[in-house]
């Protein structure tokens, strides 16, 4: 085993077991008046919503840079190109 996929693999145990502990200490977590305290974190962090970031409105203006023009359809026949040099002749009717 490589030492990336090792790093990974420990990486990834590491994630599942922070996991793991932290919603065990949600679930446990109580405090005596059964009401939540404004002095525990992970109180606070529970009850707070993220606050959201107003987004820009910016004016958008669109502007021509270049122009595409499409090359003229060919013929079949200049496009068709004929492998002549074959590798070995088509195979022979051995039935008959």
């Known amino acids: 085993m490589d030492i990336m996929h090792r790093l990974a693999k420990q990486t990834a145990w590491l994630c599942l077991l922070l996991l ?3 919603t065990a200490a949600v679930a446990v977590h109580h405090h005596a008046g059964g009401h939540d305290s404004p002095t525990c974190e ?9 606050l959201a970031a ?4 910016l004016q958008q203006t669109f502007a021509a840079v270049t ?7 060919e013929a079949a026949r200049q496009r068709l190109i004929c492998f002549a040099l074959t590798v070995r002749p088509p195979p022979e009717d051995r039935l008959a």
Do not use: D, E, G, H
């Open 20 to 22: 793991l502990f932290t």
């Open 42 to 50: 992970l109180c606070l962090v529970a009850s707070s919503a993220p």
């Open 54 to 57: 107003p987004s820009p409105c």
């Open 67 to 73: 122009r595409v023009q499409s090359k003229p359809i």
